[in-house]
């Protein structure tokens, strides 16, 4: 099953790198990075409590930018640990999640010089139950060469019937014009 799902962000991948053709004329761009992060939720469990818990995640992203104003991207989140939660269903059901990866489609429109608005919606895959999820996202980027950025990210997943998280992270990001 999770060959499946992964199959359609290597297809969309695949197809991005194939326009590449066009790109210096046209304004397009893409952009592939990673962040450090940490993945914060409000209805974690530890020890038969509900507590906040904080993970250590990852973030790996591409984006294809058609212009300077609007893109589409694949963002994945993995968070590299552990842990259970409580599902937001009202009956105190626990959900354990191990290593879950996160890859969602993102919709990315800059405003400013520095800021980008996410949004997308995606899958949180994991050994034992798969989630749909919707995220939003906002990212403050500062150029440190043509090639090279550094920014700085606060999204909010929105995981149906299941549990809701926000990701703070920084990140480093090579531009390809």
């Known amino acids: 099953m999770k060959m499946k799902i992964l199959f359609v962000p290597l297809v969309f991948l695949l197809f991005v790198f194939n326009v590449r053709s066009q790109e210096e004329e046209s304004g ?14 409000s209805s974690g469990l530890k020890d038969a409590e509900n507590k906040w818990i904080s993970l250590p995640a ?7 930018w ?10 994945v989140d993995i968070i590299v640990e552990k842990f259970t939660v409580e599902e937001n269903l009202g009956d105190d059901s626990a959900l354990e999640r191990s290593f ?9 429109h800059k ?9 997308g919606a995606g899958v949180e895959l994991e050994k034992e139950e798969n ?7 906002y990212e403050y980027g500062l150029e440190i060469s043509e090639k090279w950025e550094v920014g700085f990210s606060l ?12 990701i703070i992270g920084i990140g480093v990001s090579r531009v390809f014009r």
């Open 28 to 41: 397009r761009f893409q952009r592939l990075g990673i962040s450090l992060s940490h993945a914060n939720i």
């Open 58 to 64: 990852w973030g790996i992203d591409y984006d294809y």
């Open 66 to 75: 058609f212009n300077e104003k609007w893109g589409l991207g694949m963002h």
């Open 111 to 119: 405003f400013g010089r520095h800021h980008t608005l996410m949004f």
């Open 131 to 137: 989630l749909f999820l919707n995220r939003l996202g």
């Open 155 to 166: 999204n909010y997943d929105f995981r149906w019937n299941a549990y809701d998280s926000y």
């Open 100 to 108: 879950p990866i996160a890859p969602a489609i993102m919709g990315l």
